[in-house]
């Protein structure tokens, strides 16, 4: 449940979570399951609106990952949790397969220890394709290509919908969610943490620091410094039409350098294609700004590797930024004493990695001897459903009639985010709930409607008020 | 499927796909002209297409002989469909097209479908969006187009900013400011890309009395903001870098055909205009399939539209009488000269079936002066001089080349220097 009142006489929480991205929403997900209270405070005034905002949405193997660290570990578990639950809590997945492509000699004689590696990191599936197997297998690509591997098990998710799954099923089995409200400060008194925040205070045993791009600010106020500092990586992707998802049917993944798995082009599993993302450090952590010349970047290298894109509609362009750290690896970290635990430098893996990341934490702050009575029989809530491939509510009957024509979004799915259990507050957040004015119109017809039906529900309105005001 | 069909009939003469000015004109006229039954499929709630959010003149001087705002407009060409005898039917989506007319559909009572045998798809056309222009920057509220500002004020009321700037300047885009005024919004600035503003208008006095600052010429255009829009930054002719307070940006024109049905059908696309492959008739690669009114190309003006959707009536009922669709032979248009952007149509067919279209629609990429010369079969058929640039109506007679075309191939290229 979600409390809009002011935080006063809370009582005591087992967990607090700070930041509802994915791996905050999987955490609370994990730990309200395993039988703890869980309180989730996120900054923002809508859930995933960090680092989890924008991503490529691929479900990673990890068979890239660097073997042996804790990111590989967490994704092969994040990765088979993944396909386990999906079903039960009403995910889809789109198993689409990668193909691992080189366009030059270099790249080429980078293979086989790509392959090894895959091997070596429990992916064994990996296997060569010469040139030939390739263009039978993807037609539309340019002749260029020069050889590549297959990556059977990478697939395509709802980035959003499976984060909302994971706090939905939270919140409908006790956990609390607190929007607007920011951790500016913490004492640790020896027995539970006491954590203010800009909308009152929270009392709870543990805290885990879920704050992605504000990890180490996060750390700094509670325990007075932090052994890592965030370079938020900016990624802009290029999203192509409809049209263009029939151009690809594999994830066509780049050889990838020491800093980015590089530029890949994938269906979306919402029925699009996109291109993305670049690689561009920064200071700022909420700049998430698109540069006009590197979406024409995008779109030409799009165009290199499949030249038949050249005829397909851009729909949409966006930013994503990853919480990347000077380490390789996470920075997942208990500090005993004072049940405290960073979760941080969760860098492009998050969204594959966070359910192993969760359980990978829940046994830090659980050990055998203190842990929960988990829950026997969780509550599973419904998920957005918006997959492309899977039944849509358009298809169904009584649905209101369709707002949204691009993406085919009704009427009684946009009531049903509005009136549900995770309301979005921004237009944003009803576009990753229900993906109205994300497709190519973006807006063009929908608008008018859409001011209607979501009149005095986002904290930022569309319209500014009526003319007559 | 739902057991009534979504409470449509499960066959028809003719399904119309878009219940806008060309649908609908076209859908009366089927109806006049003696056609059963016929079908108009309209998405939104109520016919009447782009000209029902239009709030402003002039409409209907030709089709009614008085000068009409947009939404009265678009319900004369509702009512006239109705007296007609046409089946408008609202709220039904057309999610796919089949070959020989089929349709799959949805209603808010669920899936349908829907056998023709004859299908005019009228879906339109609508602005770019910020995305298909690349333009960077942030993504804050208050970036619209066109279309939605109209739709946010005119159907709901409400206005988005008070301060927007307008990027383009086509004559939608003066539609914009007109409409903002209405609503006492101010616009700040007009911005525009290219060297000149694209409208055929006086609009230095225009954009004056309105204190309306115009920028052309502008490079690296970027919307900022955190939540609303707060400026807009760009490079202007000069080269300096300017910055704009404002809380809105319309993003204004290069319309585009709607046509995502069309991409995901059987149906061939020509790249240039966006549309569909015609012949002379309107009649796509499926014989089953004919369109008209701004799918067909970047957006004419509704009277051209209603007008287009009357011609194109005619060739259909005369069509229908023969009996079943049939493919018959035709040439291509081959575009050789890149300041061509699209012809329309761009395939003529070769057969005993006499009128058709009178002038064949050019678009130009670049502004030309120059002789635009069609030649098949190494015979120059036909030579017109043109001086004009993008955006602007281009049309060349469509009889000499049809009559000479010789089955081959008819090349539009463009002479400079005679």
């Not at chain 1, 020069?146 to 499976?162: C, N, R, T």
């Not at chain 1, 798995?261 to 599993?269: H, Q, S």
């Not at chain 2, 930054?233 to 046509?259: H, L, N, T, V, Y």
Request: glycine share 10%; hydrophobic share 40%.
């Amino acid at each position: 449940m979600e409390v809009k009142k002011k935080l006063v006489a809370l009582g005591r929480a087992d967990v607090a979570i700070i930041g509802a991205g994915v791996v905050g929403c999987a955490l609370a997900r994990r730990l309200t399951l395993d039988g703890a209270s869980v309180i989730v405070l996120e900054k923002a005034a809508d859930v995933l609106d960090g680092a989890s905002k924008g991503n490529s949405a691929i479900l990673h193997t990890g068979f890239d990952a660097p073997s042996g660290s804790l990111e590989q570990d967490c994704i092969a578990q994040g990765y088979k949790e993944y396909l386990e639950t999906c079903e039960t809590l009403g995910l889809p997945v789109l198993r689409s397969g990668a193909l691992v492509l080189a366009w030059s000699q270099e790249q080429l004689d980078e293979l086989p220890k790509l392959i090894e590696k895959a091997h070596k990191n429990g992916v064994t599936d990996v296997s060569a394709l010469t040139k030939s197997q390739i263009l039978k297998r993807e037609p539309y690509l340019s002749n260029n290509v020069v050889g590549g591997f297959e990556v059977p098990g990478e697939f395509l998710i709802d980035p959003w919908a499976s984060a909302h799954a994971y706090l939905l099923q939270a919140m409908a089995n006790g956990a609390v969610l607190y929007r607007d409200t920011e951790v500016v400060a913490g004492q640790y008194d020896g027995q539970q943490w006491r954590l203010e925040t800009n909308a009152g205070s929270v009392c709870a045993a543990q805290i885990i620091n879920c704050a992605g791009l504000y990890g180490d600010i996060v750390e700094q106020r509670l325990i007075g410094e932090c052994p890592f500092t965030v370079t938020p990586r900016k990624g802009q992707f290029v999203v192509f039409d409809k049209s263009a998802a029939a151009l690809a049917s594999s994830i066509i993944l780049p050889v990838p350098t020491k800093t980015t798995k590089g530029i890949v082009v994938c269906r979306t599993i919402f029925g699009n294609l996109l291109v993305g993302p670049t690689a561009e450090n920064q200071e700022s952590r909420t700049d998430s700004s698109t540069i006009s010349d590197m979406l024409a970047h995008l779109r030409e290298k799009g165009i290199e590797m499949i030249p038949n894109l050249e005829e397909c509609e851009v729909t949409a362009a966006y930013a994503g930024l990853r919480p990347a750290t000077e380490f390789q690896d996470y920075q997942i970290r208990r500090i005993e004493g004072k049940n405290y635990t960073c979760v941080g430098g969760i860098r492009s893996t998050g969204l594959s990695a966070a359910l192993g990341i969760a359980r990978h934490v829940a046994g830090l702050i659980a050990p055998d001897e203190f842990s929960f009575q988990a829950i026997e029989d969780p509550i599973i809530p419904a998920p957005d459903r918006l997959s492309n491939y899977h039944p849509r509510d358009w298809e169904e009957p009584d649905n209101g009639g369709i707002v949204c024509h691009c993406e085919l979004v009704t009427r009684r799915e946009i009531e049903q985010v509005l009136n549900g259990p995770l309301p979005p507050s921004t237009l944003q957040g009803l576009k990753r709930r229900t993906r109205v004015c994300m497709g190519r119109c973006q807006g063009f017809y929908c608008t008018g409607e859409l001011v209607k039906l979501t009149a005095g529900r986002f904290n930022l309105p569309m319209g500014l008020g009526h003319d007559d005001q | 499927m739902t057991t009534n069909n979504g409470g449509l009939p499960r066959k028809s003469d003719v399904a119309v796909v878009g219940g806008g000015t060309a649908g609908l004109a076209l859908a009366t006229k089927l109806k006049r002209l003696g056609v059963g039954s016929v079908i108009v499929l309209e998405r939104e709630n109520d016919a009447g297409g782009i000209p029902r959010h239009c709030g402003h003149y002039p409409f209907g001087i030709r089709e009614y002989g008085r000068l009409l705002k947009g939404p009265d407009y678009a319900r004369r060409n509702v009512e006239a469909a109705v007296d007609a005898g046409v089946d408008i039917k609202t709220e039904v989506t057309v999610t796919a097209l089949h070959p020989d007319g089929r349709l799959s559909l949805t209603t808010p009572a669920g899936k349908a479908e829907l056998q023709a045998e004859r299908v005019v798809l009228c879906t339109g056309a609508r602005e770019a969006s910020r995305p298909q222009r690349f333009i960077g920057g942030d993504r804050p509220l208050g970036v619209l187009s066109t279309g939605a500002l109209q739709s946010m004020t005119y159907l709901q009321g409400m206005r988005p900013f008070r301060r927007p700037v307008i990027i383009g300047s086509e004559l939608v885009s003066f539609s914009a400011i007109d409409t903002c005024r209405h609503l006492g919004i101010r616009p700040v600035a007009m911005i525009e890309e290219n060297d000149r503003i694209l409208a055929r208008r006086l609009v230095q006095p225009y954009l004056m009395m309105r204190g309306v600052a115009l920028f052309t010429k502008v490079k690296n255009l970027r919307i900022l903001g955190r939540r609303q829009v707060e400026a807009i930054e760009f490079i202007d002719a000069a080269g300096k870098q300017q910055s704009i307070e404002a809380d809105g940006a319309i993003i204004s024109g290069r319309f585009r055909p709607e046509a995502a049905l069309l991409h995901l059908s059987h149906l061939e696309v020509d790249p240039g205009s966006g549309g569909p492959m015609i012949d002379q008739f309107g009649q796509c690669s499926d014989p089953s399939y004919y369109s008209a009114g701004n799918l067909l190309r970047p957006a004419e003006t509704s009277g051209w539209c209603w007008q287009e959707g009357i011609e194109t009536a005619k060739w259909i009922a005369e069509d229908l009488s023969r009996g079943q669709p049939a493919v018959v032979p035709s040439v291509r248009v081959q575009l050789v000269d890149r300041a061509i952007g699209f012809s329309v149509p761009q395939r003529l067919s070769i057969s005993d079936r006499t009128g058709g279209m009178q002038k064949m629609q050019i678009g130009l990429n670049v502004p030309v002066k120059g002789y635009l010369e069609a030649i098949s079969g190494g015979q120059s058929i036909s030579n017109t001089w043109l001086n004009s640039r993008p955006v602007r109506r281009v049309q060349i007679r469509l009889a000499p080349i049809v009559q000479n075309c010789s089955k081959s191939p008819v090349e539009l290229s463009i002479q400079r220097n005679k």
